[in-house]
């Protein structure tokens, strides 16, 4: 279920990435900066993941470990 790409890391039954890309983490903190203080959770969420889909962040993965009895 772990997959990673030469800019990322997904754990697929966790439910969560880790993106490490210079231009991605930057490009995220940027947009963080500018939030307002008040605005709410989920819209930053939401932001952030509009974010990710306008750079292209989700790229083809590979496995991190074989499946059991697909050992090459």
């Known amino acids: 279920m772990t997959t990673f ?13 880790l993106y490490f890309a210079p231009g991605i983490v930057e490009g995220v903190v940027g947009l963080a900066l500018r939030f307002p203080e008040n605005l709410d959770p989920f819209q930053r969420y ?15 993965t590979q ?10």
């Open 5 to 17: 790409s030469d800019r990322s890391w997904h754990m697929g039954y966790g439910g969560w990435s």
């Open 46 to 60: 939401n932001e952030v993941l509009q974010f990710m889909k306008d750079c292209d962040a989700h790229e083809p």
């Open 63 to 72: 496995p991190v470990f074989a499946q059991r009895g697909k050992l090459e």
